[in-house]
């Protein structure tokens, strides 16, 4: 049983766990929540599957993607790969990711086609950035920035979407 210590009264009662036991599921469970507490909320257009499905894509971008780093001037080059269902993800995720990297710390990021991914590059001109993008490399530059909670809200809003 988890106790916990009553600091007022010295007593000690019974809580219940506040983990949800899965990363994804605890994610979705937040958006719940805001969402009902929100009396604007248009059940109508709210899209948990959508932001279900992307945290799926984040999982496979995070976990199974391979990233081949090579160092370019002024930053990185990855080839980012994957097979089936990975390779999907990595091509929905990562192109959308290097616009919101394009608009941070001057630096500018950009992505091609691969047959099994997305080659992005980052760069700056400015020499402490591109240290910085080196030293970040590929997992580091896929979470830089704040705009995935409020990223996460808007799919599940069915504000946005990464499919095709």
């Known amino acids: ?23 994804a599921f605890g994610a979705i469970q937040e958006i719940v929540r805001m969402l009902e507490a929100d009396p604007n909320t248009d059940w109508s257009k709210v899209d948990l599957e959508g932001l279900r499905q992307h945290l799926i894509d984040m999982n496979e971008v995070t976990l199974k993607a391979d990233a ?14 994957g097979n089936i ?8 995720m990562v192109p959308a990711h290097a616009r919101e990297l394009d608009q941070l710390n001057s630096w500018s990021a950009k992505t091609e086609p691969l047959p099994d991914g997305v080659l992005l590059t980052v760069t700056s001109s400015a020499t402490k ?3 910085r993008i080196r030293g970040l490399g590929f997992i580091g530059l896929v979470v830089v920035g704040s705009h995935h909670q409020p990223h996460h809200l808007a799919i599940a809003k069915g504000e946005f979407s990464h499919r095709h």
């Open 85 to 92: 269902r990975t390779r999907a993800a990595i091509q929905r």
């Open 129 to 131: 950035e591109a240290h």
């Open 1 to 23: 049983m988890l106790h916990v210590r009553d600091q007022e009264e010295g007593q000690m009662s019974i809580s219940a766990p506040t983990l949800p036991g899965q990363d």
């Open 68 to 81: 081949a780093t090579k160092s370019i001037d002024g930053g990185l080059q990855i080839a980012v790969t």
